[in-house]
């Protein structure tokens, strides 16, 4: 039988996606949703801003309300000598080190170099700080009015900081809401929607192997998962492309290489064909595409919850038990992509364990559907 | 036609019972109990008894959707339990008004999918179809979406569907319940015709009228088990199945 595991799947995964594609529910929910209404929306909310009128201007982050809470747990007289910022370091001569933020703000030496990270909140926080308060740093006397107390060397392009900061901070939610509930709709109409329209059981009385069977589900499910991420992300694109202003046009200037785009790809996909094949175990367990929806539903929080949790963590100083932890190392991952900080060794370890988990989750998959309870009652 | 898979030698029995049974997780009672019985080629075998009286877990036990809980059973010389997927290459499964095609893919397309999942090649599937098509006439509707097949037309095509690779024991659950008088006599035909081609058919039915004209034997399940086995005539009583079928399982009550 295994010969003709691979055509099983193929002819089920081809017979899925045709299926799935012809509802036209299915082709405004995938397609036509993301890659028209987004930018429409993107557009109307773009004419409606105050900027539109010539009024106010829209900014992404305000650090006003930051600084506070970070005075409240940082120490401003704080020493440390392990930097990691190679041109801090080559800076020998009277190097005093005030450290912001952990490592993210420091200063090289009292007349002053501050290297700060310009794509990181708490960084952009403490130079703000600095700027405020550089009259009290080791008892200098306050400046003259219009010069400053220390020359600020960021770590980004100043052009890119911003676009960067917003894609670190945004991406990690975006690729995990479209990958946990693109697939959702699809895996459950074929697994619960089959046993809502009586068609399991004809399914399974065939000759075709169930395991051939199955994958041929999850491969649809986690293609029509993808193709659905990307048509998001492409009307996002396409929005941006209408109305640039709308996320504020720093935000938007940001410069990736190919390296972080095949990483991003990579873990997003990964990701998506990890929830599908989880979505339609679920799927198998319940009788209604509806109860197969809100089974699937709580992916969508406790997926949320690993990506706060993973941009909590201080990209310096990540803890070794981190890049093995579902679905935070990928949230770290793809946010250390965003700020081209990319680590091979964290990126290599949420690749891996991505595809563990996948196996284990088909696994799951095809055990439930070999299993006689998928059928249900009667 | 084409020739049929998987045939029996004759004499010997192409659909067999022994002792099956089938209790479910967290049942307290059998849905099915030491059911035994044996259907041979080119005979219609009917299934009968009340609701709930296990003709459906029989049926999903022969076609290997079930595993029984106790007891052994073959189809076509192969065991059910040893060798499920080639027992299902021997049966067209057929689940009356209940089971549902695709509805946004055609006739054919779900028809040609289930010959694929049969292990039929495409070629194989496309001349089969058109014979099934000719057969049951459904050249009319057979490239239009199911979504929008009247009852009668879904039906031909879960026929179709279920015996595209021409199996040689056909299980019938209910397949006439629901449908208008002329589709129920053409689907009793059909039925027939399958017989004169030297297939085994086990359909179960509430249709007493129908089951005493065409069928060869009957099995009356009351409560899980079997309450009488034997000939439409055997069974009558007072001129009539029903009173006699009534007889019967009313003394196991």
């Known amino acids: ?311 909590s963590i201080d990209l310096q100083h990540v803890p070794l038990l981190i890049p093995h932890i579902p679905l935070i190392n990928l949230g770290l991952v793809i946010r250390e992509a965003a700020l081209d900080r990319i680590n091979s060794y964290h990126t290599a370890a949420a690749i891996l364990w991505s595809l563990f988990y996948l196996i284990c989750a088909a696994f799951v998959s095809v055990h439930r559907f070999k299993h006689e309870s998928v059928l249900g009652g009667r | 036609m084409q020739k049929t898979r998987q045939p029996t030698p004759p004499g010997e029995s192409s659909v067999s019972a022994e002792g099956l049974g089938k209790k479910f997780p967290r049942s307290h009672h059998w849905a099915v109990k030491e059911l035994s019985f044996s259907c041979y080629p080119g005979t219609i075998t009917g299934l009968l008894g009340e609701n709930g009286a296990g003709k459906t877990t029989s049926l999903r036990m022969l076609s290997t959707m079930l595993i029984p809980t106790e007891g052994s059973g073959a189809v076509c010389g192969h065991s059910l339990r040893e060798a499920p997927a080639r027992v299902r290459q021997s049966v067209g499964v057929l689940f009356g008004g209940t089971s549902s095609l695709y509805d946004r893919l055609s006739a054919a397309e779900n028809i040609l999918y289930f010959a694929r999942l049969n292990g039929l090649e495409p070629q194989e599937g496309e001349a089969r179809l058109a014979e099934l098509s000719n057969l049951f006439e459904m050249g009319s509707f057979l490239h239009r979406r199911a979504g929008t097949f009247s009852t009668g037309m879904r039906q031909r095509c879960l026929i179709a569907r279920a015996i595209i690779h021409d199996p040689a024991v056909l299980l019938l659950d209910e397949p006439a319940t629901g449908l208008d008088f002329s589709t129920r006599r053409s689907i009793y035909a059909f039925i027939l015709q399958q017989k004169e081609l030297g297939k085994t058919i086990l359909f179960s039915s509430h249709d007493l009228n129908a089951v005493e004209e065409i069928c060869d034997s009957l099995l009356v399940l009351h409560e899980g088990r079997l309450a009488a086995q034997g000939s439409p005539a055997a069974l009558r009583k007072k001129g009539s199945l029903e009173t006699g079928i009534r007889e019967l399982t009313g003394s196991m009550q």
């Open chain 1, 1 to 311: 039988m295994i010969p003709r595991r691979i055509p099983t799947s193929l002819i089920t995964a081809r017979k899925e996606l045709k299926d799935f594609f012809r509802d036209p529910r299915s082709i405004i929910l995938t397609l036509v949703l993301p890659v028209v209404l987004f930018p429409l929306l993107f557009w109307v909310l773009a004419e409606r801003s105050p900027e539109a009128f010539g009024g106010q201007r829209i900014f992404t982050i305000g650090l006003s309300g930051e600084v506070p809470a970070f005075l409240s747990r940082t120490d401003p007289g704080y020493f440390l000598d392990d930097l990691d910022y190679p041109a801090a370091v080559e800076d020998q001569a009277g190097r005093r080190k005030l450290l912001f933020s952990r490592y993210d703000a420091l200063v090289v030496s009292e007349s002053g170099t501050v290297h700060y990270n310009n794509a990181d909140p708490e960084s952009l926080a403490a130079i703000s700080y600095l700027h405020e308060a550089s009259s009290n740093i080791d008892g200098r006397e306050e400046q003259p009015q219009g010069e400053p107390a220390f020359s600020p060397a960021p770590l980004y392009h100043p052009e890119d900081a911003a676009g960067k900061l917003f894609l670190s901070l945004v991406l990690p939610f975006m690729v995990f809401i479209f990958a946990s509930t693109c697939p959702l709709p699809v895996a459950a109409d074929m697994s619960a929607g089959e046993k809502e329209r009586l068609s399991l059981e004809p399914l399974l009385s065939t000759a075709a192997p169930r395991s051939g069977i199955i994958t041929g589900k999850l491969l649809a499910a986690a293609l029509a998962g993808c193709i659905s991420v990307g048509a998001y992300f492409l009307g996002i694109f396409l929005s941006v492309l209408i109305s640039p202003g709308i996320l504020g046009e720093e935000a938007m200037k940001f410069s990736m290489n190919p390296a972080q785009y095949l990483v991003i790809v990579t873990l997003m996909l990964l990701a998506t064909a990890f929830f599908a094949a989880l979505e339609l175990t679920a799927g198998f367990m319940t009788r209604s595409v509806r109860e197969a929806q809100l089974l699937g539903m709580p992916l969508l929080f406790i997926s949320m919850g690993a990506v706060y949790i993973a941009q």
